[in-house]
């Protein structure tokens, strides 16, 4: 049964001279899994709100959009408050109400049902999700996961036909969004929903998916079974460098057959070489000897009564170093961002600045030319009315930076995609000029040929004499462009090293590409990394071509 039909939708928002959307036409079927993949800025997240009246952005429009055979102009709002759920990137802008029971129960209250009507739903979907040990706790106190999860539950009480999600991964971290990907996947085939997603991190979400989405440029050029559609993009590298690292693989070497999604078919896919030359040359990497940030036997707490945060935290990254900062959700990366940058004052511990007491610093001189912060929450930077104000009240013009952000400055910052939003964030902090730049989930809501643009600047800038500490949840951009990782867990590092000992040695927090080929090849951490050592060995039973 169709659920959703899109016919020649065309939007465009006010004072922009080309639409967002062009011509976009698709259908859904109840329990299809589909997943909508793009650049940064291709027209995803506004495709997506269209599709639910309640939020659908202000523009010219033409077009039909219809859900169960009802345009949507026409669906009561009853209906459509009910039946189509909308889950957004970040969960702050969802969550309504201060207790996890109350937010649970919130929209069944503003449906005007029966305390035992409530009482029930909200029992059955806090026992769903596995919600009962949070029950009763603030929302505040919740890890960035369980808000996501809370959100995703508190649509899901409502019981959609439709379930909407613009990158609900983008702010977890490997492996909570691995669970979350999961969790849709057990929705999908529990109860038949059908489900819409839109992400930029598709290794988990490809091989749930039964159809594939693409837009490029605000039109819709793909829609299809994923295997299917990926094959065909080998020529478009803007879309390939996006896909699973196994689609990749297989693509990068030009195979033939089906196209793996998922790491257990790309296992069985790179099986079909031989393994004689089990690893490639590791370059040596040699730090400076001069430390840009030292911090020793750190630690703190945001409430005397509240547990440590950072519990003994040691950590040295010298100048001119890529350091990437990696761990769970509540593992302590942000507060140590904060930290570092003198944002929030340690309770005991040593830290220092290019050699100088972080104390020492007075009357703001920290922040002038030295150290700049990109903080997880790009919003909190914003105070002007288009991007161009942006910049100029940054003191920097479009010309001038290392992206292109042109064709944006008339738009408000809070209208542009969180990729887009990434970007300007970046540029007001680049403004600064600093010496150590501290980046908090500077990729998150980008698309991956975005991730490499951005990491070619970041590169830049390190070999121009800047120190770059990333924390990020993006373990291929990691192990790509780091010279050194570090994980944390309970406030601590626990472990560090170059990315290809540091991923290799790994069992959750690493790559696709490690978990395919470890049995095969002892280090191979990236895309290319695997690719040269298929090529190198060769195919089974036939002669190395080398």
């Known amino acids: 049964m169709e659920i959703l039909s899109v016919e020649h939708l065309n939007f465009r928002y006010p004072k922009s001279k080309t639409n967002a959307l062009n011509e976009i036409s698709f259908k859904l079927e109840q329990g299809d899994f589909a997943v909508l993949c793009g650049a940064t800025g291709s027209g995803k997240s506004t495709l997506l709100r269209m599709l639910k ?4 952005p202000l523009g010219e429009k033409s077009g039909e959009i219809s859900f169960c055979g009802i345009s949507l ?8 408050a009910t039946e189509i759920g909308f889950v957004m990137q970040r969960p702050e802008q969802q969550i309504v109400t201060d207790k996890v029971w109350h937010e649970l129960a919130f929209g069944l209250e503003n449906l005007g049902l029966s305390h035992e009507t409530i009482s029930c739903r909200v029992a059955e979907i806090a026992c769903y999700f596995g919600i ?11 890890s960035g996961g369980q808000k996501q999860i809370l959100s995703l539950a508190s649509v899901m009480v409502m019981n959609p036909k439709m379930l909407i999600l613009d990158e609900p991964t983008a702010q977890l971290d490997p492996i909570t969004a691995s669970d979350f990907m999961n969790t849709l996947y057990r929705l999908n085939q529990d109860f038949s929903l059908t489900i819409l997603l839109s992400e930029h991190r598709l290794e988990d979400a490809l091989p749930h998916a039964d159809k594939l989405l693409v837009m490029e440029n605000g039109r819709l050029t793909a829609d299809g079974e994923p295997h299917k559609v990926i094959a065909e993009m080998r020529d478009n590298a803007e879309l390939i460098c996006g896909m699973p690292s196994a689609s990749r693989i ?9 196209c793996p999604l998922s790491v257990r078919e790309g296992k069985r896919f790179i099986q079909q070489y031989k393994n004689e030359i089990r690893q490639t040359e590791i370059k040596e990497y040699t730090h400076s000897k001069n430390k840009a940030l030292e911090m020793k036997d ?3 707490r945001y409430e005397r009564n509240l547990p440590d945060i950072l519990s003994g935290l040691d950590l040295t990254v010298y100048e001119k170093e890529f350091f990437c900062i990696l761990g769970g959700n509540g593992s302590g990366k942000t507060t140590t961002l904060s930290v570092a940058s003198g944002i929030k004052k340690a309770l005991s511990g040593k830290i220092e600045i290019f050699g100088k007491n972080i104390r020492s610093y007075k009357n703001q001189s920290l922040y002038r ?11 909190m930077l914003f105070l002007c009315n288009t991007v161009r104000e942006e910049l100029e009240d940054a003191q920097c013009s479009a010309e001038t930076l290392p992206f292109d952000l042109s064709a944006l400055m008339e738009q408000h910052p809070y209208d542009l995609s969180g990729g887009e939003q990434q970007l300007l964030a ?9 010496k150590l730049l501290l980046l908090d989930e500077p990729v998150k809501a980008l698309d991956s040929a975005s991730k490499r643009r951005l990491a070619e600047v970041l590169l830049k800038l390190r070999d121009s004499g800047v120190t770059i500490v990333a924390v990020t949840h993006d373990v291929e951009f990691a192990s790509e462009y780091a010279d050194r990782c570090a994980m944390f867990f309970r406030g601590k590092i626990v472990s560090q090293g170059e990315p290809k000992q540091f991923f290799s040695e790994n069992s959750f927090y690493t790559t696709a590409v490690s978990r395919m080929t470890r049995e095969m090849y002892s280090n191979a951490v ?6 040269k050592l298929c090529r190198i060995n060769g195919l089974k039973g036939t002669e190395n071509d080398t």
């Open 53 to 56: 009246k309640e939020i659908s």
């Open 73 to 80: 102009e026409k669906l009561a709002n009853r209906q459509s």
């Open 132 to 142: 009962e040990k949070w029950f009763d706790r603030e929302v505040a106190e919740l």
């Open 250 to 258: 297989y693509l990068e070497l030009g195979a033939k057959g089906e």
């Open 298 to 300: 750190v630690y703190f």
């Open 369 to 379: 030319e030295c150290v700049a912060l990109l903080p997880q929450d790009v919003q």
């Open 426 to 434: 970046l540029a007001k902090v680049l403004a600064q000029k600093p």
């Open 526 to 531: 990236t895309v290319s990394d695997a690719v």
